[in-house]
C-alpha cells in the first residue's frame, strides 16, 4: 500500500514538474526555431531618379587638314598639342616645283600678251590699207579693181580673227598662270579654324602623293578648351525618359576614370538622333551631351559614366528597393495575408511569362505595378503593408501612400540560421 502511494506521489510530482514546465519549453523551442529577418527602415528625404549610361567624350568637331599637292615636306610649324589660329601655317611642301611653274606660265602669259600687241598693229595696218585702196577707187574710179579691193577686205577680216585668237591665248596663260600660282600657295598648309592639334601625321622629309588621294596631314579640333560632347548610347526602354530630360532642361552629371573623385555635373543633353543601333538585339540610340572643358581636363577618347537627371523630389518618405523585391514564404505570413500572395505569383508570372500580350493589357499590368506590398515582422507572422509608390532610385522608391512612417522597419529577407 506504501509503495502504490510513493509511486502515486512520484507520478504527481513528475506531472506537476510537467505541467508547469510545458509551456517555457515550448516557448524555448518556438524562439530556437523562430526566423529571423532583415531589415531596412523606412527614410524621410531626397530622392531622384535617373538613367545610367557610358559614353565617349569627344571634340564638338573633328577637322582633317590634307594636302591638295605632292611633294616632300620641306618644314613642320606645329607639333601635338599646338593651339593654332585659323590661317596659321601649319607645314610647308617643296615649293620648288612649283615656283618654276608660275615662272613658266607667267613667259608664257608675257608671250601671248606681246603676240596681241603685234595682232593689232597688224590690224591697224590692214585697215589703213582698206581704208587708201576705198578711197583711191572712189576719187579714180576703176583705178583698183574689185577682187584687189576683196583682198584688202579679207586681209583686215584676218586680221581681226588672229587677234581674237591673241586674246584668248592670253586668257589661256592666264588660267594657267592662276592654277600654278594655287598650287604654289598650296604648299602652305594653313589651320582652316582656330583650335587644338591632336593628331600629326607626317614629318620633315615625307613625301604626300596627292594624285589620287587627299592625304590626312593634321587633326584640329575646334573650341576644345570651351566645350566638349559626349557620346553616349542609351537603351531604347529608356529613350523616352531621357527626353523629358532634354525637354526640361535637366543637367547631366558624370565622372570619368581620370577624375574617379571628381564630379562633372554642369553637362547638358543637345541631341537625341533617331538613328537607332542594334547589337544582339538590344535598341540603342545616340544622345549627345555637351559639357563644359575649360581647363582642358576633358581628352578626346576618354569613357564617361553619366547619370541623366530625370526627376527629383525632396523630403519625401522613401521605401527601400529591397522591401519591394521581397516574397514571403507562405507559412510565414498571416493567414489573413495569405490571399495577398496570390496577387504576387499573379505580378511574378507576368513579369517572367515570355508570351505576347495585348496593348492594353501591357499598360493595364505596368499602372498595376504602381500598388504594392511590403511586410513587417508582427511576432510570429509577417503582415502585409499596402503602399503605392512613385518614383525610384538605385537605392530607395518614393512612398506616394501607405501605412508606414519613417523608421519603420520593413522585411527584406531571412537572416542565416547559426
Known amino acids: 500500500m506504501k509503495t502504490i502511494i510513493k509511486l502515486l506521489l512520484g507520478l504527481g ?3 506537476a514538474i510537467g505541467f508547469f514546465s510545458y509551456q517555457p519549453i515550448l516557448s524555448f523551442f518556438e524562439q530556437r526555431n523562430k526566423t529571423l529577418w532583415r531589415t531596412q527602415t523606412v527614410e524621410q ?27 616632300p615636306i620641306a618644314e613642320l610649324l606645329v607639333d601635338y598639342n599646338t593651339k593654332v589660329s585659323k590661317g596659321q601655317t601649319l607645314a610647308k611642301i617643296d615649293p620648288r616645283l612649283y615656283k618654276s611653274a608660275v615662272e613658266r606660265d607667267l613667259a608664257s ?23 587708201r585702196s576705198g578711197q583711191l577707187n572712189n576719187s579714180q574710179g576703176g583705178f583698183i579693181s574689185q577682187a584687189e579691193i576683196d583682198q584688202f577686205r579679207f586681209a583686215r577680216m584676218m586680221r581681226e580673227a588672229e ?4 586674246q584668248m591665248n592670253v586668257e589661256q596663260s592666264q588660267a594657267q598662270l592662276d592654277n600654278s600660282q594655287a598650287n604654289l600657295a598650296y604648299t602652305e598648309i594653313t589651320a582652316p ?17 596627292a594624285q589620287f588621294q587627299t592625304p590626312e596631314m593634321f587633326v584640329v579640333a575646334p573650341e576644345m578648351d ?12 529608356d529613350i523616352g525618359w531621357i527626353r523629358r530630360a532634354q525637354e526640361a532642361q535637366q543637367l547631366v552629371r558624370f565622372t570619368v576614370d581620370a577624375y574617379p573623385d571628381e564630379l562633372f555635373d554642369q553637362a547638358k543633353i543637345v541631341q537625341v538622333r533617331l538613328s537607332s543601333k542594334e547589337e544582339q538585339n538590344v535598341i540603342t ?36 528597393n529591397p522591401a519591394l523585391r521581397f516574397y514571403p514564404a507562405r507559412d510565414k505570413v498571416h493567414p489573413d495575408d495569405r490571399k495577398i500572395l496570390d496577387g504576387f505569383e499573379d505580378q511574378k508570372q507576368f513579369a517572367e511569362s515570355p508570351k505576347m500580350v495585348s496593348a492594353d493589357e501591357k499598360a493595364q499590368n505596368s499602372k498595376a505595378l504602381s500598388v504594392r506590398h511590403v511586410w513587417v515582422d ?15 532610385d538605385n537605392r530607395y522608391t518614393e512612398l506616394i501612400e501607405g501605412e508606414v512612417s519613417p523608421g519603420d522597419a520593413l522585411v527584406i529577407g531571412e537572416k542565416p540560421k547559426k
Do not use: H
Open 378 to 392: 508582427d511576432g510570429k507572422y509577417l503582415r502585409a503593408k499596402q503602399v503605392k509608390i512613385g518614383i525610384s
Open 163 to 166: 587677234l581674237q585668237v591673241a
Open 226 to 237: 570651351e566645350r566638349m560632347y559626349i557620346y553616349a548610347s542609351v537603351d531604347e526602354a
Open 45 to 71: 528625404g531626397d530622392i531622384i531618379q535617373s538613367v545610367n549610361s557610358a559614353g565617349k567624350v569627344e571634340p564638338i568637331k573633328r577637322v582633317s587638314v590634307g594636302a591638295t599637292v605632292s611633294g
Open 193 to 209: 579654324c582656330d583650335g587644338i592639334v591632336i593628331d600629326k601625321k607626317i614629318d620633315v622629309g615625307q613625301t604626300l602623293a
Open 13 to 15: 510530482v513528475l506531472g
Open 285 to 320: 540610340y545616340p544622345v549627345i551631351v555637351e559639357t563644359p572643358n575649360k581647363d582642358l581636363k576633358l581628352l578626346p577618347g576618354m569613357t564617361a559614366n553619366l547619370s541623366f537627371q530625370i526627376n527629383r523630389k525632396s523630403n519625401v518618405r522613401k521605401i527601400p
Open 109 to 131: 602669259l608675257r608671250t601671248r600678251q606681246a603676240e596681241i600687241a603685234r595682232a593689232e598693229a597688224m590690224l591697224q595696218q590692214a585697215k589703213n590699207d582698206e581704208r
